[in-house]
């Protein structure tokens, strides 16, 4: 079977969930403006996304899933999201669904499915992107691979001695699979609240959490947190007063679901477990609970094992960017980072949000893509 072509572009986007369509869609302005003589030559470019479909991580969600805020205030650039008849705020699936006419719209061109296998420095300047598919060059990577393919759980003790079942918020699609079993949820945030909430009808529900869960006040949704974390990163990189952030109000929304589940006292938390034993779970103090199931709510990592050539600086745990412009690498000013939350844009892991760090990723890397004497590194 002959090897597939190379392929060259100006810029490759990495990831075809909501992070990288909204660069496509300012990259696609850029091919707009080009045509209709309002600016010079436009950087082509293509989209690579390892999902089957388009919807990004939207598409594995559980069903019952919905939105922090109503559709008027969830919305990627240049197209508003639909308005939601149903109740409470939009689901998972209207949210898949958005995103698949959103890349129709505009005719962006994702290649799908593909499958990132490494990035490295081309000699001569730019990366050579290897795919399952094929190779690609470029001169500019914006890598926007999201996290839901990197699910993270602890190291509990005892945890391969349980004899019942294991799942991540990545694996939940709903609770009918566990009416009437024993259920323990562990996670103090967003996932570990909703479903709680979502088994409460159906299971036995246990949900765990290292602290006591904080929940935000109930009229603060999506767009109030999208505002709060803005101006705090606008007063910090002022020099200015920084008011109270996100995480100083609460770690839960309180969603239309959530908040029906806590007022009916169905969402009480206990205490984090210490161990496993076969049949369950087990406290400090030696109590134990029979549990058929637990479900680790406890968040992800960003997905950037193909990175690993490029052996970049690191900086918490993640790669370090430019604080000019923070979701530029520390290390090139052609590798971009969009979308995987504060630490490269203000809100930039939500829908609301990662408009505004897509549109200043996709302006740097015009530049970036025309400056002569490039080198990735």
């Not at 999201?81 to 061109?109: C, F, I």
């Not at 969402?267 to 609970?289: C, I, K, N, T, Y």
């Not at 993640?318 to 052609?334: I, M, Q, Y």
């Amino acid at each position: 079977m002959p090897a597939a072509p190379l392929q060259d572009v100006d810029v490759l986007v990495i990831g075809g969930g909501q992070a990288g369509l909204a660069a496509g869609y300012y990259l696609n302005r850029l091919r707009r403006d080009e045509a209709s003589g309002r600016s010079g030559p436009a950087p082509s470019f293509a989209i690579l996304d390892a999902n089957p479909e388009t919807g990004g991580a939207w598409q594995h969600y559980w069903s019952s899933l919905e939105l922090f805020s109503p559709a008027a205030y969830s919305s990627l650039p240049g197209y508003p999201m639909p308005g939601w008849e149903g109740g409470g705020n939009p689901s998972a699936d209207h949210v898949a669904q958005y995103l698949r006419t959103y890349e129709g719209r505009y005719k962006l061109p994702v290649h799908r499915p593909v499958r990132v296998a490494s990035v490295r420095a081309a000699t001569g300047g730019g990366y050579l992107t290897d795919t399952d598919r094929g190779q690609w060059t470029s001169r500019v990577v914006i890598n926007a691979t999201g996290s839901w393919s990197r699910p993270y759980v602890p190291l509990v003790p005892g945890s391969n001695r349980f004899t019942g079942q294991q799942l991540h918020t990545a694996d939940y699609r709903g609770p009918e699979p566990y009416a009437g079993r024993n259920v323990v949820v562990v996670g103090g945030g967003n996932s570990g609240a909703q479903i709680a909430a979502d088994l409460a009808q159906a299971a036995a529900v246990t949900w765990v959490t290292r602290h006591p869960p904080r929940y935000l006040p109930d009229d603060v949704d999506g767009r109030a947190l999208f505002d709060i974390a803005t101006r705090r990163v606008r007063a910090l990189a002022a020099g200015e007063p920084a008011p109270a952030g996100v995480a100083d109000l609460g770690d839960i929304v309180a969603v239309p679901a959530v908040r029906k589940a806590r007022d009916a006292g169905l969402l009480r938390a206990r205490p984090m477990f210490s161990r496993f034993v076969p049949d369950g779970v087990q406290w400090e103090d030696r109590e134990q609970l029979d549990a058929d199931v637990v479900i680790w709510c406890t968040g992800f990592r960003p997905d950037l094992q193909h990175l690993q050539a490029l052996d970049l600086t690191t900086r918490n745990g993640v790669p370090a960017t430019d604080p000019a412009l923070p979701t530029r690498s520390a290390d090139s000013p052609a590798l971009f980072f969009l979308g995987y939350g504060d630490w490269c844009g203000p809100s930039s892991a939500t829908l609301i949000g990662v408009g505004a760090a897509a549109r200043d990723t996709v302006s740097a890397a015009q530049m970036a893509q025309m400056a002569p004497g490039f080198t990735a590194r």
